[in-house]
């Protein structure tokens, strides 16, 4: 088995996709903080390797790969005991990968929207914003009405990817089990996995760290 190490930092919604997958795979490999406040991420010999400069980057030994999603297909694809967590079955691939392009494009995004006021130093969220928050918190819900999860009845990576931003957004809206029962009920299986503190739930800290000092309104 090649050497493994993944640059990333633990604030990343995708860089803790990818934890979860290394983790669930039960692989051994190194952890390289790539600092994004400090522009870490945008030094020669960062760009070297992403020249698209984010986080996170696996290095197989010397192949680097970009892209959670990528990256997260890759290692279930040649390290995977079987392929449970990304199937081969080309229909039940469809719709892992279906969750997972939703993912790219609208929970990334809708979480992104709640944050970057933050970071912007402002103290103000629209609305809109949160309202957003609920479609996607009431869409998931329809995705988990029957299955246990996102993309059947099996863990796959199209979890690690939405259970990575999610609880990054329930930081700022917390999911009501009295409206989007089976959502709250998958959270709980999700934290009830035996790696699920150390890929994703204790990383947590500081993104929450940070959320918590800031006193924004919705406007
Ligand atoms: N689709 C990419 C998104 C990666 C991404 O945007 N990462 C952010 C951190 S969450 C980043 O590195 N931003 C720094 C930059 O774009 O310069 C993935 O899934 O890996």
Redesign the pocket.
Known sequence: MGKLTLYGIDA???VRSVLLTLNALGLEFDYKVVN?MTGE?LRPEYLKINPL????TLEDDGFYI????AINAYLVSKYGKDDSLYPKDLQKRAIVDQRMHYN?SVVSSTGRALSIPLRAGKSEIPRASFDALEQVYKTLDLFLESNDFLAGNNLTIADFHITAVLTTTMLFLDVDATKYPKLAGWVQRIKELPYYDEANGSRLSQVAAFINSKKYTIV
């Open positions: 990343s919604p995708p994004l991420h400069h984010t986080v996170p970009n892209d959670s999603n790219s």
